[in-house]
Nanobody, 120 residues
């Protein structure tokens, strides 16, 4: 299985930037996609950005042009660069990985989450 540890959250003023990092450890036959989700109080968890094996990316409409997802396969890392942050970006951000285990079974792993708070 794959374990995920996020870092980089914090408190920032509106218009500021943060970079989230997610370190993946463990073993898998194949990682299909890595991504970032977020969940604000009282709201459902939503996909913010994802990147699949061939580096194709997908973004939530409200973050397009402000957030950038990237991955470093050699280091088993995925990043989320967040610029021009808005108070509505405040949420707990979760790293997510989907793939095939060494037993060729589909799996999904989640990190513990990191808080991002944007003050107005």
């Amino acid at each position: 299985q794959v374990q995920l540890v996020e870092s980089g959250g914090g408190l920032v003023q509106a218009g500021g930037s943060l970079r989230l990092s997610c370190a993946a450890s463990g073993s898998a036959f194949r990682i299909n996609a890595m991504g970032w989700y977020r969940q604000a109080p009282g709201k459902q968890r939503e996909l913010v950005a994802s990147i699949i094996s061939n580096a194709m990316t997908n973004y939530l409409d409200s973050v397009k042009g402000r957030f950038t997802i990237s991955r470093d396969n050699a280091k088993n890392m995925v990043y989320l660069q967040m610029n021009s942050l808005k108070p509505e970006d405040t949420a707990v951000y979760y790293c997510n990985v989907r793939g095939l285990s060494s037993r060729l079974v589909d799996f999904t792993s989640w990190g513990q989450g990191t808080q991002v708070t944007v003050s107005s």
